[in-house]
Each structure stands twice: as structure tokens, then as C-alpha cells.
């Protein structure tokens, strides 16, 4: 944390000298709300009880690869925040770890778009470790300076969960009482039992989903955890992801957890997946030849000839380039 802090104050210093007085937004700005972005993401606490104000747009859409799309401020808020403070209340050992602190890989300001690499670190108190996890983000902001898409890439979560989960597995067993050391059947127990408790507690009246606690760990025993990257499939590990947000709005949550997955643990199409189009708002950052300064006193619709006119200049000169480096290495 404070490593990524440092980093990132430094970075805005620097924008700060270099950005002359302009009404449109300077890149500084952009550093800033992905740093009060990431800092939010590493004190998660402090958004769900309201000390720092959301950094997400009322109408935000964010795509997290390994699970789904979700829409809207509150549903986002619970799924980037909440999921880690419940997480993080709970004694036994969790399967997904609580972000602790980041540093900044790579970040690239076209606005109102940003590409960001943040390196997180995840913690697992009960083993007393942490495991960086790779987190790449475009991110469109609106006018107010707020999240209005993100599209969030967790690079190589499944080495991540193929990696960290063995590491867990004797201090399951052990808060389990479980002399197996199958890792498999200490994950499937663990789910079904983290599960089963959240929809035993808070899924009551007509937001009940099982039977019984006993109905609910049949059925979580029985389907299958699924693999890392499947956390939005109809499958025990998406259960267990959305366990955690169950208390905020039981009516919502709860069918995620139950048989039948809801909105959310449900069978997804891999084209249609790939190929939807999720955001409200494009992630490309089309103002990026847009120099406020230079077009001041330049009428709007000359600007947006202006604009397309160099967007196509860079397009043809990477072109150009491409084919020169193709060329010369075909002549080795
Ligand atoms: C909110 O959470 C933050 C971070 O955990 C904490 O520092 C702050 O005291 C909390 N504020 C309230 C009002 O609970
Ligand atoms: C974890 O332990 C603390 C201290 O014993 C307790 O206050 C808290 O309620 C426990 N959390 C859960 C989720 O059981
Ligand atoms: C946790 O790890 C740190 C550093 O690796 C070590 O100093 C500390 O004693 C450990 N704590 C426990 C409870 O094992
Ligand atoms: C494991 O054993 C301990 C001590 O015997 C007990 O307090 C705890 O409830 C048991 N846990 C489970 C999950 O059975
Ligand atoms: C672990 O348990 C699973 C499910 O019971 C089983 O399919 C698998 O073969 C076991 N693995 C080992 C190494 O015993
Ligand atoms: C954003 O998209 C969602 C669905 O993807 C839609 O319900 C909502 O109305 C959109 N908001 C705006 C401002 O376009
Ligand atoms: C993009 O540039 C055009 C001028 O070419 C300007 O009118 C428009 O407001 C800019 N859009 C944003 C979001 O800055």
C-alpha cells in the first residue's frame, strides 16, 4: 500500500507541473480516481460504511472475466467491496483473500479512459501469507469523474487459485476436523458448509432457496466446485463467491446460492459471452488525438474532422510501421 501510494503521488506530482490551467480534465485527474479507486479497493470497509463516497457511477456496468457482468452502482459496490469486507469478518480460512495492498504494473491516461495493471496483494490471515494476483482494468470515467464501465481482467486467476488453494488446504482441514487430505474434498466440504451457513442464516421467509441446511449441503456436495475461471457458472465455486453478499440483500442474493443460481450461477454460451458488448459507455478512448489547446478557437464539427482526420494518420502510420518490421525481418 504504501509502496502503491508513493508511486502513484509521484506520478500526479510530476502531471500536476507539466498540465497547464484547462477546463477539460488533465490526466492528473484520472490518476487520482484510480488511485482513490485502488486505495477503495484495498480498504474496502470504508465504502460499504459510507466514510469515502463511491468511486462508481449510479448506472456503472463492470465485466469481471472470471465471473459476469454487473450492473448498476449497488450491485457493483457489493460485488468490488462487500464481497472483501465479509470476507475479511470472517475468522475461518476464505477461499478468496482480502486485498491488503497494490502497486501500479503498468497505466496508460487516454481520457476518459484508463488502462491500469495493479499487482494486489490478496492476505489469508489464518496462514499468515499473502499472494500478489495481477488485476488489469480499462476503466471509463464520466463527467463527475466516476466509473461508468470497467472491464477487469484477473490475469492468470487460475494459476493464482491452482497455486494458493494447496496452500490452504491443511489449515481447512484443520478448522474442518478433517484427517483427509484431499484438496478437493476439503474445497467441496468447505464451500458447501460456508454456503449452506450464509443460506441457513439469512435466507429465510420467501427468500428461502433449501429445504434445510442438510438439503443445502446434499446439494452443494453433490454439483461440482467448477474450475477457477467458471466463477459465474452453475457450479459450487460461483455459490461460494456470491455467499458473501447474501446478508446485504437477501432477496437479490440468495438465488445466486440456491439450486437454482438465480441471475447469476447459471450455464454461459462462450461465444456470446465473447462476443456481447456489455457497456453502457465505450471503452475505446475516442478524443485521444483531442487537444483542447490547439482546437480552442476551432468550431465543433471542424474539430471532429480534425479529430478523425489524425486518428486515421496514427492508424496508417502503425500500419506503416508494421509492415517495415515485417519486411525487415524477412530479410535476415
Ligand atoms: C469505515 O471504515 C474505515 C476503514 O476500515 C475505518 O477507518 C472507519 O473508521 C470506518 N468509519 C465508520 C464510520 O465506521
Ligand atoms: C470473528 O471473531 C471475532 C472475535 O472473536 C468475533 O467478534 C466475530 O464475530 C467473528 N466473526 C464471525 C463472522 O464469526
Ligand atoms: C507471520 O509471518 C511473519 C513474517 O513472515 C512472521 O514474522 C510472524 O511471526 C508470523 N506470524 C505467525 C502467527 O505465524
Ligand atoms: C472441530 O473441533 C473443535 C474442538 O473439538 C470444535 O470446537 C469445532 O466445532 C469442530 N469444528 C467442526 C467444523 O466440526
Ligand atoms: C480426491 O477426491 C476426489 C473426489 O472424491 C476424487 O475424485 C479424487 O480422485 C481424489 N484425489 C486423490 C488424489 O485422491
Ligand atoms: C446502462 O446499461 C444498463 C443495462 O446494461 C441499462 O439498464 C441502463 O439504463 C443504462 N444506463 C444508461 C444511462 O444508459
Ligand atoms: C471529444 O472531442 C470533441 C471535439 O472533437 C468534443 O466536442 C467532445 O466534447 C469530446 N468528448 C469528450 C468526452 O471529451
Not at 147 to 157: G, T, V
Not at 277 to 303: E, G, I
Amino acid at each position: 500500500m504504501v509502496l502503491g501510494a508513493l508511486a502513484f503521488s509521484a506520478f500526479i506530482a510530476a502531471f500536476q507541473l507539466l498540465a497547464p490551467a484547462l477546463a477539460f480534465r488533465q490526466p492528473y485527474e484520472y490518476l487520482e480516481a484510480i488511485q482513490t479507486f485502488a486505495v477503495a479497493f484495498t480498504n474496502p470497509s470504508s465504502v460499504i460504511n459510507g466514510s469515502i463516497s463511491s468511486p462508481l457511477a449510479e448506472n456503472v456496468v463492470g465485466r469481471i472475466d472470471v465471473t459476469t457482468t454487473f450492473v448498476g452502482q449497488e450491485l457493483n459496490t457489493e460485488y468490488l467491496f462487500g464481497l472483501f469486507v465479509e470476507g475479511a469478518s470472517e475468522n475461518s480460512t476464505q477461499l478468496i483473500g482480502s486485498p491488503s495492498s497494490y502497486t501500479t504494473q503498468s497505466l496508460v491516461v487516454e481520457p476518459p479512459i484508463v488502462a491500469v495493471s495493479l499487482i494486489n496483494n490478496l492476505i489469508y490471515p489464518t496462514i499468515n501469507s499473502s499472494f500478489p494476483l495481477q488485476i488489469d482494468l480499462f476503466i471509463a470515467f464520466d463527467d463527475d469523474m466516476k466509473i461508468i464501465s470497467y472491464d477487469a481482467i484477473l490475469r492468470r486467476w487460475s494459476e493464482f487459485f491452482t497455486y494458493v488453494v494447496p496452500l490452504l488446504a491443511p489449515q481447512i482441514a484443520k478448522e474442518l476436523n478433517s484427517t483427509t487430505t484431499n484438496t478437493t474434498e476439503l474445497v467441496t466440504m468447505k464451500t458447501a458448509i460456508d454456503v449452506c451457513g450464509m443460506s441457513t442464516e439469512y435466507c429465510t421467509g420467501d427468500n428461502q432457496v433449501y429445504d434445510s441446511n442438510d438439503a443445502c449441503m446434499e446439494f452443494m456436495t453433490q454439483i461440482a466446485f467448477g474450475n477457477p475461471w467458471e466463477g459465474g457458472m452453475d457450479n459450487g465455486w460461483c455459490r461460494y463467491i456470491h455467499k458473501n453478499m447474501v446478508k446485504y440483500r437477501p432477496e437479490v442474493h440468495c438465488p445466486h446460492i440456491g439450486p437454482t443460481g438465480g441471475d447469476m450461477c447459471i450455464a454461459r454460451d462462450y461465444v456470446q459471452l465473447t462476443e456481447d458488448m456489455p457497456f453502457n459507455s465505450t471503452l475505446l478512448s475516442y478524443n485521444a488525438s483531442y487537444n483542447a489547446l490547439d482546437l480552442k478557437n476551432v468550431p465543433d464539427h471542424n474539430q471532429n474532422e480534425l479529430v478523425a482526420i489524425e486518428t486515421e494518420i496514427v492508424y496508417m502510420t502503425t500500419v506503416a510501421f508494421v509492415s517495415h518490421f515485417f519486411q525487415s525481418r524477412t530479410s535476415y
